[in-house]
């Protein structure tokens, strides 16, 4: 490799949403931190999100966020890390506060907290229905005012660069390998060649990675996320021999707004059509509906108008009785009707699905409107522990991108912000410590006793960006198809559960986890 040419970074942060850019507001200020991103900043998830963010009440509401988070999970999540997220989110919810995120607040100025589908209590922090880009935007601004941060923009990870050492035997990550824009900063001083899509490859060195390259969306039909995100990090990591976790767990959300893209007009529940009157808001994503309607009251009718299934369920069960329902009647959605929640609290605590709807032709103050499932979550993803380290050393991953064993089959609604804060700024506090004892001896990025540079050249899979992106997809749907079929035939162990001393599967499966 030609590391004269090799931007040299200490840690390079893959991913822009709240674990990336979480995980740069922790590291110390001694280090110099790259952020880069597939898209622009503001294209990721984080920025999506609607519902809210957990937090931990007070003592008192433990057992149940515990018990909660489990039960939603089908009792396979890992308890240590279940434990640690509830235990880390009143610190989290501080810092985000710190940097001016503006929670709902109640007259007196408390906090307001509303509920989601398989909550017992009321421990959803929200601002509007806008809480990701609330929190997003605040962290961004944030990360933008620290000197030893540099973001780019559009240069999409492709590989990691990997050494092997002599001691130990195995391989640890020393930055990536990614394309830039011809134009761009960082292809005009370390572009190395062309890719056969106009763009340049440049290597990323560092001592440490941290992939947070969110959910998988990209890969389905049918998705609330961007179709940028597309799992390029599980891709790699298989490549690499780094393992996975339960890939095959992928939430699918009970209620997208159903739009038929192929028609200018929209049916109404009570049989009418309309002409759509805006089609400025037609994406390739599916717009969701928060789980919070339902918490506060929405219920979901067949075509017939009656109710079919307890709203307030975990998701995967709502989606179920949502695709059984569509089956026997052989529709194309069910009805979601916000009937029972008072017109003011629609207008303002959910503006801005109000307003998509009335943009799409329907006001959800006076009918029902549409909803179908969509891919929507990923449980599964890169295999990590408590501290966010993935099973090859130097590397670590938070967020959507990794399986933190947080949320086992099944994801609490609003606990996914929490978790990757928590596991971006765990991932962050370790690599100072690790960092801090290496300062010791050496301040040179990668300048371990290495005997084998496995990318000392170009290699040619990355010059061809389409064949790359088309493998990359195939590599990661054909994991999850082993792994389900894996899953089908072993069933989880039984163990007690910790909390309410019943038997049912608890805690990581014992897997052979995708390598
Ligand atoms: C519509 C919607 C609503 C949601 N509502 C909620 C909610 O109310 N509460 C909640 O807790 N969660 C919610 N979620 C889930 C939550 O938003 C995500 O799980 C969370 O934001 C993930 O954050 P992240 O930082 O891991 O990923 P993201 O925010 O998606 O960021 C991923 C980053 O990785 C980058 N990236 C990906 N691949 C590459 C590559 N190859 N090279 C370079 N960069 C790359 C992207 O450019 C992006 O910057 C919602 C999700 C959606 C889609």
């Known amino acids: 490799m030609n590391s004269a040419k090799s931007l040299k970074t200490d840690v390079v942060i893959v991913g822009s949403g709240v674990a990336g850019l979480y995980a740069a507001m922790n590291l110390p200020d001694n280090l110099n931190i790259t952020i880069i991103s597939k898209g622009n900043v503001t294209e990721c998830d984080s920025y999506l999100a609607q519902g809210g963010i957990c937090m931990l009440r007070d003592d008192a509401d433990y057992d149940s966020y515990f018990e909660d988070t489990m039960r939603a ?40 907290f509303t509920k989601e589908g398989a909550h017992s209590n009321k421990r959803i922090l929200f601002h509007e ?24 923009e559009n240069v999409t990870m492709i590989d990691l660069i990997t050494k092997k050492s002599n001691i130990l035997g195995d391989s640890s990550c020393h ?7 011809p134009e761009s900063e960082l292809s005009d001083k370390y572009g190395i060649c062309d890719t056969n899509d106009g763009k340049k490859i440049v290597f990323i060195e560092s001592f440490y990675t941290i992939l947070a390259c969110g959910g998988i969306g990209g890969l389905f039909d ?79 009718l067949g075509s017939n108008g009656e109710r079919f299934t307890d709203e307030l369920q975990p998701r995967d069960v709502v989606s179920s009785a949502i695709f059984h329902q569509m089956k026997k009647e ?51 993803g ?67 006793n290495v005997s084998d540079v496995s990318l000392t050249q170009v290699a040619p899979e990355w010059i061809d960006t389409m064949t790359l992106k088309v493998n990359n997809k195939k590599i990661v749907l054909s994991e999850i198809e082993r792994m389900k079929e894996y899953h089908e035939n072993h069933k989880p162990k039984q163990y007690i559960t910790s909390c309410t001393g019943n038997y049912a599967p608890s805690g990581r499966r014992p897997d052979p986890v995708s390598a």
């Open 73 to 112: 999970g089908h009792y396979e999540n890992d308890p240590d890390s279940v434990d640690q997220m509830i235990r880390q989110s009143q610190d989290v919810i501080k810092d985000l506060i710190s940097i001016g995120t503006d929670f709902e607040r109640n007259a007196d100025g408390s906090l307001d």
């Open 129 to 152: 229905d806008i809480t990701g880009q609330e929190i997003t935007s605040k962290l961004l601004e944030a990360v933008k005012k620290l000197p030893n941060v540099s973001i780019y």
């Open 175 to 181: 930055g990536v390998v990614c394309t830039a824009l």
């Open 222 to 300: 049918h998705s609330t996320n961007y179709p940028i995100l597309t799992g390029d990090a599980l891709a790699i990591c298989l490549k690499h021999g780094i393992k996975l976790e339960n890939p095959d767990y992928i939430q699918i959300h009970p209620t997208t707004l159903y739009t038929d893209h192929s028609s200018l007009y929209v049916e109404h529940f009570d049989g009418s059509k309309s002409l759509r009157p805006s089609t400025d808001l037609l994406t390739d994503r599916a717009f969701l509906i928060s789980e919070s309607v339902r918490g506060e009251g929405g219920i979901l």
């Open 330 to 380: 052989g529709s194309k959605h069910v009805w979601l009707s916000m009937e029972h929640i008072p017109e003011d609290e629609i207008r303002n605590h959910f503006k801005h699905i109000y307003e998509h709807c009335l943009e799409e032709g329907y006001d959800a103050t006076k009918e029902p409107i549409p909803v179908v499932p969509a891919q929507h979550y990923f449980m599964g």
């Open 382 to 448: 890169i295999k990590v522990d408590l501290n966010g380290q993935t099973s090859m050393r130097h590397l670590f991953a938070a967020g959507e991108t990794c399986c933190n064993g947080v949320h086992g089959r099944n994801r609490l609604a609003s606990n996914s912000l929490l978790e990757s804060l928590v596991w971006a700024k765990k991932s962050a506090l370790l690599i100072k410590e690790k960092y801090d004892k290496r300062v010791v001896f050496s301040h040179i990025p990668c300048s371990e």
